[in-house]
């Protein structure tokens, strides 16, 4: 037993372990690969960035009257239509650029923002399917220009919320462009991926999560097979043993003084009574899980039928414990419909019960009453009585109270299950009344 739960709280232990990691694997995947999404929107947006600028600067061109030569001199100049102005030589395609920019810019016809950001917002629908929110602000600040320059190297810089662009527009401009992180499109975008991300997820933790309370009722279910082992051999080998002993006394003729014989007689019938009484509470409740309990109703004196039930317990002799029971009936004298193997074991378990739970002194009234088609039996003890976290749960399967927890008081803990179920098979309803230390009451209402 104990390798058992070592080995379950092991298997507990993994489960949950494998939950957490399975979140935490899920959250890093997502963050990765809205990441890597990112990454690539930002890549796609520099190269759109650039097509815009050049774009723009060719608009700007074709915009003027004016034409732009380029030469080198120490002295910029205006001839006419023309602007001459010093520059660098040209290298390359990307520098020619550069020295239009710094020809328009020298002119005072400098490409605009507005201009920029139209190219670069059709560029954007065209290479991602959508536009992000963004910013774009042209810099000819040398502070900056000189800060950005040394940085270089991090013409993309992404950051929490909103990542940026440098894209070099002249020898002496930059373009920045702010743009939102767009996760609320990429999340409307990849919602179904997301969803069946999140539908796996919680399968997977529904699954680990319910093997995880299918091993705490096996546990569970191993601990009481254990207690119902022990307490079932006990309650049947009390009463057995006991009417072993009869019988032995009977062969040695041990019961022939006046009144032994008549005792031991009902002291063996109230000890088989016990044993049928446990049996069938047991057999009742095999049937009840697969069905409900079947009811085979007939018309009773409710007076013949109570005095009889109880006979045996008047009977017996509990020394040193002293039993007194007491029975009143509303009418005196009535008869209602009722399942009469049903409700001689509810009977007997209520008064088993309120015999078990009492002092050296028990006094429990009994008390039937009938109004029109109201049938109502009550039991009333004076027992230890249950709290009323107790009277809860008291109805449950194997439920045998807090007074119980050290088992001084032997029993299975399906008896009052077993009145529950009986008395709902008659369409009626069973509830109790309870005080610690001052005694019980069960009463078990249902339409004749």
């Known amino acids: 037993m104990k390798k058992r739960t070592s080995a379950s709280n092991v298997m507990r232990v993994v489960s949950i372990l494998g939950i957490i990691c399975l979140l935490a694997l899920q959250w890093v995947w997502w963050r990765n690969a809205y990441r890597a999404v990112e990454m690539d929107m930002m890549s796609k947006s520099e190269e759109c960035l650039r097509v815009s600028i050049e774009e723009a600067l060719m608009y700007q061109l ?11 001199t120490s002295i910029g100049e205006k001839v006419g239509k023309v602007t001459k102005f010093t520059s660098h030589s040209a ?36 290479k991602l399917g959508f536009i992000p929110n963004h910013t774009i602000q042209i810099c000819r600040d040398s502070v900056q220009i000189d800060s950005i320059s040394r940085s270089r190297f991090n013409r993309i810089a992404i950051g929490s919320g909103q990542d940026t662009i440098y894209q070099q527009l002249g020898f002496q401009a930059y373009t920045i ?16 991926i997301l969803a069946i991300s999140i539908i796996l997820v919680l399968l ?11 091993m705490q009722r096996d546990r569970k279910f191993a601990d009481f097979i254990v207690d119902y082992t022990r307490m ?74 109570m005095e009889n039930a109880i006979s045996i317990y008047r009977e017996r002799d509990y020394n040193p414990k002293e039993v007194n029971i007491e029975t009143h009936y509303e009418p005196e004298t009535f008869t209602c419909s009722m399942d009469v193997g049903l409700m001689e074991n509810v009977v007997c378990n209520l ?10 002194e028990a006094n429990i009234t009994v008390t039937c009453r009938r109004e029109k088609e109201v ?74």
């Open 62 to 72: 074709d915009s003027t009257s004016k034409g732009i030569k380029v030469v080198n």
């Open 91 to 126: 290298r390359n395609t990307t520098e020619l650029i550069y020295i239009l920019e710094e020809g328009l810019n020298y002119d005072h016809r400098p490409v605009t923002e507005q201009r920029i950001d139209i190219n670069f917002c059709r560029a954007l629908d065209e």
């Open 177 to 192: 462009v702010n743009i939102q992180s767009p996760i609320k499109l990429y999340l409307k975008k990849g919602a179904f």
């Open 204 to 214: 997977v933790g529904s699954i680990l999560i319910l093997q995880f309370i299918s």
């Open 232 to 305: 079932i051999t006990h309650d049947l080998r009390t009463p057995v043993s006991g009417i072993q002993m009869i019988f032995k006394m009977f062969q040695k003729n041990e019961t022939s003084q006046e009144g032994i014989k008549d005792k031991y007689l009902v002291e063996g019938e109230h000890l088989t009574k016990k044993i049928l009484l446990n049996l069938d509470n047991i057999l009742y409740m095999a049937k009840s899980e697969q069905r409900e309990l079947p009811v085979h109703l007939m018309e009773v004196n409710v007076r013949d039928f």
């Open 351 to 360: 008064v088993e019960n309120a015999i078990k739970f009492t002092g050296m």
């Open 375 to 448: 049938v109502e039996f009550r039991f009333r003890d004076n027992g230890l009585g249950m709290s009323a976290e107790d009277q809860k749960r008291i109805f449950e399967l194997f439920e045998r109270g807090s007074a119980n927890k050290k088992n001084q008081f032997p029993g299975f803990g399906i008896g009052l299950h077993f009145v529950e179920r009986a008395v709902k098979a008659h369409g009626g309803k069973v509830s109790v009344q309870s005080e610690v230390g001052k005694g019980t009451e069960f009463a078990i209402r249902y339409t004749s």
